[in-house]
């Protein structure tokens, strides 16, 4: 079993940037990959970004591309979803979810379905 807990959220202002981290704990951590997901009020949960066991491969939403960086530290048992240039479309509250396999490429890290575990997620909101 795995417990993710995610942390880094809050309030600010469009432009600016945040970081989010999700803390791991239970099953070994370089097990399985690692994503985050958004969901918006009254939207269906939309994927953000996904990242290897490893860290090698990555892959991001193309709403997010170029502005959210995903990475891990396998040591720290920790995934981070670094978000900059936000605009208030990325409200949304976000949470991290821990694949069912050590890695994944287009859609097998996009649909929510391939994910056994998730956080209880964090509220981001930016403001105009």
């Known amino acids: 079993q795995v417990q993710l807990v995610e942390s880094g959220g809050g309030l600010v202002q469009a432009g600016g940037s945040l970081r989010l981290s999700c803390a791991a704990s239970?099953?070994?951590?370089?097990?399985?990959?690692m994503g985050w997901f958004r969901q918006a009020p009254g939207k269906e949960r939309e994927f953000v970004a996904a990242?290897?066991?490893?860290?090698?491969?990555?892959y991001h939403a193309d709403s997010v591309k170029g502005r959210f960086t995903i990475s891990r530290d396998n040591a720290k048992n920790t995934v981070y979803l670094q978000m900059n240039s936000l605009t208030p479309e990325d409200t949304a509250v976000y949470y991290c979810a821990g694949h069912r396999s050590a890695g994944c490429s287009g859609s097998g890290c996009s649909r929510a379905s391939v994910y056994a575990y998730w956080g209880q997620g964090t509220q981001v909101t930016v403001s105009s």
């Open positions: 239970g099953r070994a951590f370089s097990d399985y990959a």
């Open positions: 990242i290897a066991w490893n860290g090698g491969s990555t």
